[in-house]
């Protein structure tokens, strides 16, 4: 079956630096990579998910990258601040109606 | 996006009890999840809910510890059935949006702690 590998576990940025995030996975059939963001005391809330047709993909600060060859995808959040404080995952699927292979998750602090 | 809710919210309960967990959708959904994220743990499924028919349930868990019911394409019910400490944890449960073909959304989650 699919694994996610997620990385780093934990990351520190200063207020205004970039954050990168990034995820390996293992089945080649999956082809939808959906990024979450958990927030505490809250479900994971989609932010932003790319399919294998597409290399990048970017919605105002931030953007998701694939390589598909290699597979990997990566999150990548410009200008961070303080609310983008939080639990990030990765995730896989081959898509339509598959469940979702979930990353370890990366606790995202932005320092003011 | 699909809005969902769950209740309870959360509860704390007694070892060897059960606990039923309900899902509600705003809109009709054919695939519904059953997650468990155990404290500052990643998100494992539990089963796939499926409507008018028996859920589908991933290595680790069976129907006798998680039965699930799925009456209907808005609605299911997640039991954790004579629990102990080891099931205290967030239950989530999640539904692909009818609207994208992958997108999948989760409510807030219901926060167990079992003494």
């Known amino acids: 079956g699919e694994n996610v590998e997620q990385h780093p576990s934990t990351l520190s940025v200063q207020e205004g630096d970039s954050a990168v995030i990034k995820c390996t996975y293992s089945?080649?059939?999956?082809?939808?990579f959906p990024w979450y963001k958990q927030e505490l005391g809250k479900g994971p809330q989609l932010i932003i998910d790319?399919?294998?047709?597409?290399g990048e993909k970017k919605d105002q600060r931030i953007a998701v990258t694939l390589n598909k060859t290699a597979k990997h995808f990566s999150l990548h959040i410009t200008e961070t601040q303080p609310e983008d404080s939080a639990v990030y995952f990765c995730a896989a699927s081959r898509g339509g109606n598959t469940p979702l292979v979930f990353g370890k998750g990366t606790r995202l602090s932005v320092i003011a | 996006s699909a809005v969902i809710s769950q209740k309870p919210s959360r509860d704390i309960c007694q070892r060897g009890t059960s606990l039923t967990i309900q899902c509600q959708v705003d809109?009709?959904?054919?695939?519904m999840f059953w997650y468990r994220q155990q404290p500052g743990q990643s998100l494992t499924l539990i089963a796939t809910?499926?409507?008018?028919?028996?859920?589908?349930?991933e290595s680790g868990f069976v129907i006798d510890k998680f039965p699930i019911s799925r009456p209907n394409l808005t609605f299911s019910t997640l039991t954790v059935s004579n629990m102990s400490p080891e099931d205290s944890s967030i239950y989530l449960c999640s539904v692909v949006s009818s609207g994208g073909p992958d997108e999948q959304f989760f409510g807030p989650g219901t926060r167990l702690t079992v003494l």
């Open positions: 089945d080649s059939a999956s082809n939808y």
């Open positions: 790319i399919r294998s047709n597409v």
């Open positions: 809910a499926n409507q008018g028919s028996e859920a589908t349930y």
């Open positions: 809109s009709q959904v054919t695939m």
